[in-house]
């Protein structure tokens, strides 16, 4: 039982260079969610998917793609990249979404993470 | 717009000094879901615990607590003898409901507190 898996772990990009940051769960959760780590602020919502063949927008969409290509997959698109877009993506998943329990919300399992740096 | 606020950037403690992480948030739901979360040097996000907005009661697991203030919309946890393994970064997040109470795990996270204990 791997729980999270994200590829890669470290990436260098071009500006411009587009790239693929690749999640998969082997935990049969319906939900699953990029977050961008920067300093001082957190993890942002970037993307989310509440179930097999739904996305919807977080906080901060802009320059970013998703698909999730089953309900195990959930990968996330940088079309052309920024110097802003260096930051350390994270992967989570979880039980929640449109099966989701009424009064009760699950936490949610990490990946370790892809550290990008855009030059 | 939820917003959640960890005024304190950084603690430094001595080992086995208790120490309390605030956590205040901004909602206009009345349902909505507290966590906190610890970041390891390692990288990964682990869950702590989870709370409800209509259960105040308090939680105490092991040399954690938690104490959920509706009044004042704060979450504050508490390491009581803190230890050298205490050491990383504690994020305090909130996700809101719809009308019927259903979470579909939207994380706002606050800026994260960095917490270190010294031997």
């Known amino acids: 039982n791997a729980g999270v898996t994200q590829t890669p772990k470290f990436q260098v990009l071009k500006t411009g260079q587009s790239m693929t940051l690749q999640c998969a769960q082997d935990?049969?959760?319906?939900?699953m969610y990029w977050y961008r780590q920067d300093p001082g602020m957190g993890l942002r919502l970037i993307y989310y998917s509440a179930s097999e063949g739904t996305t919807d927008k977080g906080e901060v969409p802009n320059g970013y793609n998703v698909s999730r290509l089953n309900k195990r997959e959930f990968s996330l698109r940088l079309e052309s990249a920024a110097p802003s877009q260096t930051s350390v993506y994270f992967c989570?998943?979880?039980?929640?979404?449109?099966?989701?329990?009424?009064?009760?919300?699950?936490?949610?399992?990490f990946g370790p993470g892809t550290r990008l740096t855009v030059t | 717009a939820q917003k959640v606020t960890q005024a304190q950037t950084e603690i430094s403690v001595v080992e086995k000094e208790d120490v309390t992480l605030d956590c205040v948030y901004e909602t206009r739901d009345t349902t909505y879901y507290l966590f906190w979360y610890k970041q390891p040097p390692s990288g990964e996000l682990v869950f702590l615990i989870r709370?409800?907005?209509?259960?105040?009661q308090n939680e105490i697991s092991g040399r954690y607590s938690w104490n959920f203030q509706k009044s004042t919309s704060s979450f504050n946890f508490t390491i009581t003898a803190s230890q050298v393994v205490d050491s990383a970064v504690y994020f305090c997040a909130l996700s809101e409901a719809d009308a019927g109470g259903t979470s579909y795990g939207k994380l706002t996270f606050g800026q994260g507190t960095i917490l270190t204990v010294h031997p």
């Open positions: 709370r409800n907005s209509f259960d105040e």
């Open positions: 989570a998943s979880s039980e929640d979404g449109v099966i989701a329990v009424r009064g009760f919300s699950y936490e949610q399992y």
């Open positions: 935990m049969n959760h319906n939900s």
